[in-house]
């Protein structure tokens, strides 16, 4: 238990030094510094940079699975209703813990070659649940859209713009938030423009 | 003009390694090998990782910048067509150069405090652009938004995964991905869902 809520917190601080200086330049003594440890200390908790970072991004990655997993089994089979819940569900995931889902989105690319491909087969996953919500409300008439890959990549892309300007004291508390990217996101959808 | 060439040369074989390792893990040496130039000979033209980032990252935000003033200029006070406008300038400067763009958006967290907040005011600069025609669009009853600002910072998100996915020799062509983009954004500022 000491040892999860240490691990934690490492996780926490090292989120907000990735998230306020960039993943470069923060090191591990950054780290320890905020925390009061000594570096061979951190060192019994992390080997590396990498794998703090590893382990911020597999968190939120499966914060964001979960959350979406919910979300799908919670809705009917009405697009409309399952694509509100996904985006509830993830907006949910990044104002719960901004910090992470910061680093989740901006830094992941920092990663090893091998954990990289493995969190983009996760991402590659994760949009084709909300491709495939957006293809039946093609084929049933609720969206109108005429590539659904590219409508899911775009939906994604503007979620994911929230944690680089979201603070939980900041104007928009979370739940007006979720509100306004549901309706963003089902205008996109359903609008027929021009 | 070799100087500049030369430059140009660096900053197009960086971005590529930026992008495609991530800036953490590329180093000035990976540059100069790529390029085939010595350590030293390189330092003549560089000072640092950052230098070469800033000058990307400053040489992209002139190209996004010069692309929307020139695409304001162009078309008249109607808002839709100054947003199709924005939006197809925008793109356009992605697509033009995919590379540069990239590590634009995804890597602009590591520059140096200064640099960083150099490139969020201009930034800001530019997202007002967007929100000046969104609040144009809403006086005069053509867009439907409660919240200009953050459909402003919506619409950038949402452009901005672009670099994310796009390849020249990709399925869609430049002008296809923008033909989308203005359709996406148009009706989320447009259309009334609910």
């Known amino acids: 238990m000491v040892e999860i809520s240490r691990r934690r917190a490492i996780e926490d601080v090292a989120s907000e030094l990735f998230r306020a200086h960039g993943y470069a330049a923060t090191s591990v003594r950054d780290i320890a510094r905020v925390l009061e440890i000594q570096g061979p200390s951190l060192y019994a908790h992390v080997t590396s940079k990498e794998a703090v970072l590893w382990a911020i991004v597999d968190r939120a990655a499966a914060r964001f699975e979960a959350a979406a997993e919910a979300a799908t089994r919670a809705t009917?089979?009405?697009?409309?209703?399952?694509?509100?819940?996904?985006?509830?569900?993830?907006?949910?995931?990044?104002?719960?813990d901004v910090g992470a889902a910061a680093v989740f989105v901006h830094e992941w690319r920092a990663l090893g070659p091998d954990r990289r491909s493995a969190v983009l087969e996760r991402r590659d996953a994760y949009e084709r649940r909300f491709r495939e919500v957006i293809e039946t409300g093609i084929a049933g008439g609720d969206f109108e859209m005429t590539d659904p890959a590219l409508a899911a990549t775009a939906v994604l892309s503007t979620l994911n713009g929230i944690p680089g300007w979201y603070r939980p004291d900041g104007r928009l508390p979370a739940g007006r938030v979720a509100d306004h990217f549901v309706d963003l996101v089902l205008r996109m959808l359903q609008g027929a423009s021009r």
């Open 76 to 96: 009917g089979i009405d697009p409309v209703e399952a694509m509100a819940a996904l985006v509830r569900a993830h907006v949910r995931v990044i104002t719960d």
